[in-house]
């Protein structure tokens, strides 16, 4: 079935145009006329490649790691209403039975829930460093090796989308080099290692940095660790946390300036706390408070964001001084190129049409998942 967009400011990869957009089923024909389509009016508002959340542990009340279709399929709904129309759900550092039950979990449901797409999995941990644990508990932390990875796993490698390791870990660059050949991102975080540490975990395959700035070595002029290899080091795609609570906005726009425009990935790291009122929440089996905007433990560790990927966008066109193109292209196309999907995250002939509705303010109005309007 066709379905022929008109009236919509176009947001490509490198330009916004006025153009009619034809639809076939779940792929974008291309900029042109068709005499049998539904028409959809987009009156005025942008049209935009969905969002894309390579790092979400849950949002609206669900967790990853409740390891439940209910919760799966609320991530997937609420999600979509901040106009991300795939993620990753991520789990936790917690003991290798947990983690196995969440991605049994998604292996069964994936398919099943119907607003953004599963289209894979992030285990953040548990292979990472005590040191720069952040808000994991430490007590689940595993040395790396194969092994411990498949038994994480649990026979659904092929969901594994993307890992965040510490690479100085003894065993870490063995698996690194593994999931590098079976085409898992592989992302250094929560880690203390060097400069030179995590340049060899590039050469072994790591491709990304997980949250920026968060919970690894810092830049310093004696040492430019983990954040400095990110800044000067164009092989890594760079996520970060753009909420203003994770990063400063001068910080962020520094590492914004320093990436290439393709290297620069929006994530939220979003808790269950997310789209919830101020109050207590969990995460991995701890509490997490909210209030004025952040997430912490009791300790008061930060602990990942309540933030919308289209609140993460407007910052970017508000803080770090880019294009809507570029900020759209920070939480499209450069996530989909992480992780190597060509078909997802821009408007492209053959690519899947997922699509998003916005006005100025980036207020998601509609989405399109698969060529289907969900609002």
């Known amino acids: 079935m066709k379905t022929l967009i008109r009236n919509g400011k176009i947001i490509l990869e490198d330009e916004i145009i006025e153009s009619d957009l034809l639809i076939d089923d779940d792929k974008i024909l291309g900029f042109q006329n068709s005499d049998d389509a539904k028409v959809i009016d987009a009156q005025g508002?942008?049209?935009?490649?969905?969002?894309?959340?390579?790092?979400?542990?849950?949002?609206?009340?669900?967790?990853?790691?409740?390891?439940?279709?209910?919760?799966?399929?609320?991530?997937?709904?609420?999600?979509?209403?901040?106009?991300?129309?795939?993620?990753l759900p991520t789990t936790m550092t917690?003991?290798?039975?947990?983690?196995?039950?969440?991605?049994?979990?998604?292996?069964q449901y994936k398919d099943e829930v119907t607003g953004a797409k599963i289209i894979g999995v992030h285990l953040e941990g548990p292979f990472i460093s005590a040191k720069y644990k952040g808000a994991q508990p430490e007590s689940a932390i595993i040395a790396p090796s194969i092994e411990n990875?498949?038994?994480?796993c649990h026979g659904h490698e092929e969901l594994v989308k993307k890992i965040t390791i510490a690479p100085e870990r003894e065993g870490a660059l063995e698996l690194i080099d593994y999931l590098a050949k079976h085409e898992v991102s592989v992302s250094v975080g929560h880690s203390n290692a060097t400069f030179e540490e995590t340049v060899k975990a590039i050469h072994y395959g790591?491709?990304?940095?997980?949250?920026?700035?968060?919970?690894?070595?810092?830049?310093h002029h004696r040492e430019p660790g983990i954040v400095g290899t990110a800044m000067l080091n164009q092989r890594l795609y760079a996520e970060l946390i753009l909420d203003g609570k994770h990063v400063k906005w001068p910080s962020a726009r520094i590492l914004a300036e320093m990436k290439d425009d393709d290297k620069l990935v929006l994530v939220t790291d979003s808790l269950e706390a997310a789209g919830m009122?101020?109050?207590?929440?969990?995460?991995?089996?701890?509490?997490?408070?909210?209030?004025?905007?952040?997430a912490e433990l009791e300790n008061g560790t930060i602990a990942g964001s309540i933030a919308g990927m289209n609140e993460e966008v407007r910052h970017a066109v508000e803080h770090l001084n880019v294009s809507l193109v570029k900020a759209v292209n920070y939480a499209s196309r450069n996530p989909a190129d992480s992780l190597n999907r060509k078909d997802l995250g821009r408007i492209a002939p053959g690519a899947k049409a997922d699509l998003i509705f916005f006005n100025a303010n980036i207020d998601i109005m509609h989405t399109m998942v698969d060529g289907i309007l969900k609002f």
Do not use: C, W
């Open 45 to 87: 508002l942008y049209v935009s490649p969905g969002f894309i959340d390579v790092h979400t542990h849950g949002r609206k009340g669900a967790d990853t790691m409740d390891a439940t279709k209910e919760s799966l399929e609320i991530m997937s709904r609420e999600h979509l209403k901040t106009g991300v129309t795939s993620f």
């Open 277 to 294: 009122p101020v109050g207590e929440y969990m995460l991995g089996g701890q509490k997490v408070f909210v209030k004025d905007g952040r």
């Open 94 to 107: 917690m003991p290798i039975e947990d983690v196995a039950r969440a991605m049994d979990a998604i292996g």
């Open 206 to 219: 790591a491709n990304s940095t997980t949250h920026t700035y968060n919970a690894m070595t810092p830049l």
């Open 149 to 152: 990875y498949k038994a994480l």
